[in-house]
């Protein structure tokens, strides 16, 4: 990372709420080409969450506590705040001497900037203010968010406007949150209705309809110079596993969720 940042532009996306056995399915079975020929060997990775809801979860993204591979560890972490003690720091990581990574890349020369998809980015409150906070810059509105059936078109429009207004120096920190899985997601399956509710079935439907649209985020966060792409759930959702419906809970469907970190050049463009 000490050789990434610095000479290419970083791109966080997170699939807000996307379960890892589902975009594992949808990947095996071709149902999500965009995304899945960046992948290696067009595979998710499976890593633990470092959270149960997108603000314990992003806030610990933000500290540089990226999903956990699930195998036995230590796993040296991309990014790391300078601290004593830290088993997961290793000579690739890139070191920051502030609290976040969000002004750790700004002092290292990133213009910052937040696209918020769910509630806990959308400022409307004290509490959905934290977040998107940390960055120089924040978009939101509602057509960004949970209810929109078409939000993320609209989020990967505003992207691009920001990547084609900046100097072609200046490096960027890309942060997207992609609201589209979270319920509700009925409206991404034909002939599914709002009294039928959301199921495991809209929430693989609203994935699909994100790998629809991702390609032009890829050559946005490209167009420019070489990108360092992750893209990532923060936490998982429940759909009557167990009894369970939803997040916040210590389930497995929540805690275990899709990974993936690549390159993005010429070719995305």
């Known amino acids: 990372m000490n050789e990434i940042v610095g000479s290419h532009d970083i791109l966080l996306v997170t699939l807000d709420t996307l ?28 890593r633990h969450a470092p959270g149960s809801f997108t603000y314990a979860s992003h806030q610990a993204i933000f500290a540089g506590f990226l999903p956990t591979p699930t195998a036995p560890g230590p796993h040296p972490r991309l990014f790391a705040a300078r601290f004593a003690g830290s088993e997961s720091t290793a000579d690739g990581t890139f070191v920051y001497d502030t609290p976040d990574l969000v002004s750790g890349l700004a002092d290292a020369g990133y213009r910052t900037v937040c696209i918020g998809g ?30 929109s059936p078409t939000s993320f078109e609209a989020q990967v429009t505003r992207a691009e406007k920001v990547v084609a207004g900046l100097p072609r120096e200046q490096r960027l920190f890309l ?14 399956l034909p002939g599914a209705t709002r009294e039928a509710g959301d199921s495991r079935a809209t929430h693989a439907a609203a994935l699909e309809y994100v790998d629809g649209h991702i390609g032009r985020l890829f050559a946005a966060a490209a167009s420019r110079r070489p990108c360092l792409a992750i893209v990532c759930s ?8 167990d ?22 050049d010429g070719a995305a463009r």
Do not use: M
């Open 19 to 46: 379960r890892y056995d589902v975009a594992a399915e949808l990947a095996a079975a071709g149902r999500i080409p965009h995304l899945a020929r960046h992948l290696p060997d067009g595979r998710w990775e499976r």
């Open 175 to 188: 942060f997207v949150n992609v609201s589209a899985l979270h319920q509700p997601n009925w409206f991404h």
């Open 234 to 241: 923060d936490h998982g959702t429940a759909y009557g596993e």
């Open 118 to 147: 769910v509630g806990f980015f959308n400022r409307q409150a004290p509490l959905g203010s934290v977040l998107p906070g940390l960055f120089q810059e924040s978009h939101w509105e509602p057509e960004f968010g949970v209810p």
């Open 243 to 264: 009894g369970h419906t939803g997040h916040r809970i210590g389930h497995e469907v929540v805690w275990t969720v899709p990974y993936a970190h690549f390159l993005l």
